[in-house]
């Protein structure tokens, strides 16, 4: 496969994101990724990238670093990456992730956290085997209305 090069995402690349949001998803959410890869971009952006072989976009990463409230320190979060089905299997996510991570350590923050559903085991798994761990955090929720159960 051809190189991989990683760089910050533009403007001019969210057809390219909802391009390969509908391949994975099957679905146009458009005015989502308008309102989130713009919303990135205003904030300063400069954990979001790209991944392009061949001059075409393979894979976009969104990440950012924040505080968070409860006392969880200033930490960076990775909330979307995806990766066109055609460059699964190809370092395309792997590179994304490693870039994403190397930002975060450039602007001092020495943890990155990501939310990932416990029963989507093949997440799970590749987010484990990228060097992610679960966290001393977890999550509670509690069900509103006819769904509570």
């Not at 099957?26 to 713009?38: H, L, T």
């Not at 320190?73 to 992730?97: A, C, F, N, Q």
Request: contains cysteine.
């Amino acid at each position: 496969m051809a190189k991989i090069f990683i760089r910050d995402l533009t403007e001019s690349d969210i057809p390219g994101i909802l391009a390969i949001d509908r391949k994975i998803t099957g679905k146009n959410n458009s005015d989502y990724w308008q309102e989130k890869a713009i919303g990135y971009l205003r904030r300063g952006g400069s954990a979001c990238l790209v991944a392009e072989v061949n001059g075409q976009l393979a894979g976009f990463i969104l990440g950012e670093i924040r505080g968070w409230e409860f006392g969880v320190p200033l930490t960076g979060w990775l909330e979307i990456v995806g990766v066109d089905p055609s460059y699964h299997r190809k370092g395309v996510g792997r590179e994304l992730v490693e870039s994403l991570c190397q930002r975060f350590v450039e602007a001092g923050v020495d943890t990155v956290r990501i939310m990932v559903d416990w029963n989507a085991g093949d997440l799970v798994s590749y987010f484990m085997s990228s060097g992610f761990h679960r966290s001393e955090y977890i999550i509670l929720e509690r069900r509103l209305g006819r769904e509570r159960r």
